[in-house]
T-cell receptor, first 111, second 115 residues
Framework: SQQGEEDPQALSIQEGENATMNCSYK?????LQWYRQNSGRGLVHLIL?????REKHSGRLRVTLDTSKKSSSLLITASRAADTASYFC???????????FGKGTTLSVSS | GAVVSQHPSRVICKSGTSVKIECRSL??????MFWYRQFPKKSLMLMAT?????????EQGVEKDKFLINHASLTLSTLTVTSAHPEDSSFYICSASTGGRYGYTFGSGTRLTVV
């Protein structure tokens, strides 16, 4: 498998707290993407970080990438109840065509 | 932006019947589409890559005779679950390669329940 584990598998926090999710992968990459999935719905693209980038911000999202450790993290600051969802990291498969997803982190934010 | 429409969103069928799921790119042409399967509280598993005008490429372990994929036009790919069984019950999601900034856009998924 190209994709490794994401941790934690589940995370429960209070509104206003920060949430950090981690992702590991096994192959070399050009970029890594993070997606969000509300329960029973499709995926929404959050952010893409290229292999030559170490950190990227988008609103309350901060993504880091450590290619030496083959890992990435997604930080959501000042979380809101509406952030409750599953979050997945994804990389391109070896054929260079499709996205391969990590196992995901289910985030629950309570108000 | 690029939009992918997936239909139906939910379907219940009897064992032994076949079900067709459609994935349409609404405002762009998608030469390549992808089909994923997702079990409850699990990640998305790539089933196959669908190429317009040619045969789909299936991932290892996915039965091509069970999951028929047709990509007859640049805006439509279909997944037909043939002779469905309860173990085929799952959430199926399609995706299209947009060639744009992020590369991929996803349908809203189809919840298949086989009874």
């Amino acid at each position: 498998s190209q994709q490794g584990e994401e941790d934690p598998q589940a995370l429960s926090i209070q509104e206003g707290e920060n949430a950090t999710m981690n992702c590991s992968y096994k192959t070399s990459i050009n970029n890594l993407q993070w997606y969000r999935q509300n329960s029973g719905r499709g995926l929404v693209h959050l952010i893409l970080i290229r292999s030559n980038e170490r950190e990227k911000h988008s609103g309350r999202l901060r993504v880091t990438l450590d290619t030496s450790k083959k890992s990435s993290s997604l930080l959501i600051t000042a979380s809101r109840a509406a952030d409750t969802a599953s979050y997945f990291c994804a990389i391109i498969n070896q054929a260079g065509t499709a996205l391969i997803f990590g196992k995901g982190t289910t985030l629950s934010v309570s108000s | 932006g690029a939009v992918v429409s997936q239909h139906p969103s939910r379907v219940i069928c009897k064992s032994g019947t076949s079900v067709k799921i459609e994935c349409r790119s609404l405002d762009f042409q998608a030469t390549t589409m992808f089909w994923y399967r997702q079990f409850p509280k699990k990640s998305l598993m790539l089933m196959a890559t669908s190429n317009e005008g040619s045969k789909a490429t299936y991932e290892q372990g996915v039965e091509k005779d069970k999951f028929l994929i047709n990509h007859a036009s640049l805006t439509l790919s279909t997944l037909t679950v043939t002779s469905a069984h309860p173990e085929d019950s799952s959430f199926y999601i399609c995706s299209a390669s947009t060639g744009g900034r992020y590369g991929y856009t996803f349908g809203s998924g189809t919840r298949l329940t086989v009874v």
